[in-house]
C-alpha cells in the first residue's frame, strides 16, 4: 500500500512539473513582454528582468518627490516656488579628490519631435538649481562614498508636469545610489538621467502606457488617437457581434428545425464555404466593396464602400462558422420542446424568440468571445479597406502605425509593448466574463436536465 501511495504522490508531481514547465514555456515571454512594457530604457543591452518601476523604494521616491515639489504625490508635478530636494552618491578610488556632479535641467522630453511640440512650458526655463553641497563622506572598500545634496527650485508662475535632469561627473567617480533610481546611466558611466524628477507614482510606473495616450494625436483634428483607435475597435466588434448573434441564431435554427426544400443544400453551401480560405476570395471581396456592392450603393448616392466602415460591416455579419455552431446546439435540444409548443398553438417565431434562445447562452456567450476576439485583433481586413485618415483606424492598425512612430528609427519599444497590453485587456476580460458560457457552447451541451 505504501508503495502504490508513492507512485500516486510520484505521478502527481510529474504531471504538476510538466504542467509548471508549459506555464513557464507560454507565460515566459508574455511576463517578459510585460516587465519590458514597464521600462523606461529601450536600448537596454543586455536586457534583464530588473525593472527600476518596479522597486518599492522608488514608488515611495517618485511619490515623495512629487508631494514635496508641490504636485500629486500620484499624478506628479512642480508647483509654483516649489522645490525638490535630491541626494546622489558616488564611489571614488583612494587617493582621487572626489567632484561634485554638474547639474543640468535639459530641454528634453519622452518621445521625440512629435511630444516636443505639444509641450508648452520647459522646466529648464524657470527651474533653477541650489548646490550641489557635500553633505558626507566615508571610507569604503578601497575607496571613498561621497552623497551630494541639492535643490530644484521652480522660479516660474506655472506649474511644470515634467522636469528632466542629468547630472556628469568626471571619469574614475562611479554613481552607487539615489533618491530615485536614474533612467539612463550614460557616457561610461559619466552621466545618469532622468526623464522626469517629479513624475509622480503612477506616471513613474506607467510611462510608456502614459506616452502612448499622449503622444499619438491627429494632425488635423489634435484628438488623441489612441483613444480614437480603441474607440473604433468597440463600435467595429460590438456591432458585428451583435450582427453574428442575430443572423447566426436565425439561420441555425432555420436549418436545425424547419423543414424547406433545399435545406441539405444550403447547409452543404455553408461547409463548403468554409473550407474556403479567406485569400482566394480576398480580391473578388475588395472589387465587391470598390465598386459598392455590384453599385447598389450607387443608388443611395454611395459611390464605394472602401474606406468606410459600411464595408468592414457588411463584409462580415455573419460567419458561415457561426451558423454552424448555432445548427449543432439547436439540433441537440429535445424536440418535445418544440412539439408541446406547437400543441399549445405557438408560433414559429415566438417558439424560436421564447423557447430556444433562452436556451441558447452557452453557444451564444461562446459565439460573442469568438467574433469580438476576431474582430477586435483582425489586422490584414481593415488594412486594406481602412486606408485614412488615422481617426478611422481600428486598434490593430494603430498599433502598427505605433511600430513605425517608435520602431522604425528610436527603437522605443516600451510604448509598443504597452500599446498591446492594453490592446489585449478587453479579450481577457471578456473571457473571464463568458468564459462560463464559452466552455459550455463549445461543447455543445444542449440538453436540459
Not at 468606410?308 to 462558422?321: C, E, N, P
Not at 481600428?394 to 528610436?410: C, D, H, M, S, V
Request: hydrophobic fraction near 45%; aromatic fraction near 14%; glycine fraction near 8%.
Amino acid at each position: 500500500m505504501p508503495d502504490l501511495q508513492r507512485r500516486r504522490w510520484a505521478n502527481a508531481a510529474a504531471v504538476y512539473c510538466f504542467l509548471l514547465l508549459l506555464s513557464i514555456l507560454f507565460m515566459g515571454p508574455f511576463l517578459f513582454a510585460f516587465l519590458s512594457s514597464l521600462k523606461d530604457n529601450p536600448t537596454e543591452w543586455p536586457p534583464s528582468l530588473t525593472v527600476n518601476q518596479l522597486r518599492p523604494a522608488n514608488w515611495a521616491a517618485s511619490y515623495r518627490l512629487a508631494k514635496q515639489g508641490g504636485g500629486s504625490g500620484l499624478w506628479g508635478g512642480l508647483a509654483p516656488g516649489g522645490s525638490i530636494d535630491f541626494e546622489i552618491t558616488y564611489w571614488t578610488e583612494e587617493g582621487r579628490e572626489p567632484a561634485p556632479p554638474e547639474v543640468v535641467i535639459p530641454k528634453r522630453v519622452q518621445g521625440g519631435a512629435a511630444a516636443a511640440l505639444s509641450v508648452e512650458h520647459w522646466a529648464a526655463d524657470y527651474v533653477e538649481v541650489v548646490g550641489p553641497y557635500e553633505i558626507s563622506r566615508e571610507p569604503d572598500q578601497g575607496g571613498v562614498l561621497t552623497t551630494y545634496s541639492f535643490t530644484l527650485v521652480n522660479k516660474g508662475d506655472v506649474p511644470l508636469k515634467e522636469v528632466p535632469m542629468d547630472l556628469t561627473v568626471p571619469m574614475r567617480q562611479e554613481f552607487v545610489s539615489a533618491t530615485l533610481s536614474p533612467n539612463r546611466i550614460e557616457r561610461l558611466g559619466r552621466t545618469q538621467s532622468w526623464n522626469n524628477v517629479s513624475s509622480g507614482l503612477l506616471p513613474y510606473v506607467f510611462s510608456n502606457y502614459a506616452r502612448v495616450f499622449r503622444e499619438n494625436y491627429s494632425v488635423s483634428t489634435g484628438k488623441r488617437l489612441f483613444l480614437l483607435w480603441i474607440r473604433n475597435s468597440f463600435f467595429l466588434a460590438v456591432t458585428r457581434v451583435v450582427t453574428t448573434l442575430v443572423f447566426a441564431s436565425m439561420a441555425g435554427y432555420a436549418l436545425a428545425r424547419l423543414r424547406f426544400r433545399g435545406r441539405n443544400a444550403v447547409f452543404g453551401l455553408l461547409l463548403f464555404s468554409m473550407m474556403i480560405p479567406q485569400q482566394v476570395t480576398f480580391i473578388s471581396n475588395y472589387l465587391v466593396l470598390r465598386d459598392g456592392i455590384f453599385g447598389l450603393s450607387r443608388l443611395v448616392g454611395v459611390p464605394t464602400l472602401l474606406n468606410t466602415y459600411s464595408g468592414l460591416i457588411i463584409s462580415g455579419l455573419v460567419g458561415a462558422s457561426s451558423v454552424f455552431i448555432m445548427k449543432q446546439f439547436f439540433e441537440r435540444l429535445p424536440a418535445s420542446l418544440e412539439e408541446s409548443a406547437r400543441i399549445d398553438g405557438a408560433s414559429t417565431y415566438t417558439i424560436f424568440f421564447r423557447i430556444f434562445l433562452p436556451l441558447a447562452k452557452p453557444p451564444l456567450g461562446a459565439l460573442t468571445i469568438l467574433t469580438f476576439q476576431g474582430v477586435w485583433n483582425e489586422f490584414f481586413w481593415p488594412l486594406v479597406v481602412i486606408t485614412s485618415p488615422a481617426d478611422k483606424y481600428p486598434l490593430t492598425i494603430g498599433l502598427l502605425n505605433l511600430q513605425r512612430t517608435y520602431g522604425a528609427a528610436t527603437f522605443d519599444w516600451g510604448p509598443i509593448l504597452a500599446g498591446t497590453f492594453i490592446s489585449a485587456l478587453p479579450i481577457i476580460v471578456l473571457f473571464i466574463a463568458f468564459q462560463q458560457y464559452f466552455v459550455e457552447g463549445i461543447s455543445f451541451s444542449g440538453n436540459k436536465e
